[in-house]
């Protein structure tokens, strides 16, 4: 995973990953969530990329944007 450099100092997201179709996010409680174009749609998988590459934004839009349960909790490697 990449290091999420949380430009606000305020986010609870301290690392992600991308494949094709999704964005997997670390929080610092040491959940981890997988966000698919299935469970939160194309357009938000993108807009996730794009606020995770510049490190800022990610999750003020994931709390605004994405209803409760739009991602999958999984167990950390």
Do not use: C, W
């Not at 450099?5 to 610092?28: C, H, L, M, Q, W």
């Amino acid at each position: 995973m990449k290091f999420y450099e949380n430009r606000g100092r305020k986010s609870p997201v301290v690392a992600y990953e991308f494949a094709e179709d999704s964005i997997t996010i670390k929080f610092i409680d040491g959940s981890v969530y997988l966000y698919t174009y299935e469970n939160a749609g194309n357009a938000n998988v993108e807009q996730m990329k794009k606020y995770a590459v510049i490190g800022h934004g990610l999750n003020g839009f994931l709390t605004r944007f994405l209803k409760k349960g739009a991602g999958e909790k999984i167990e950390p490697d």
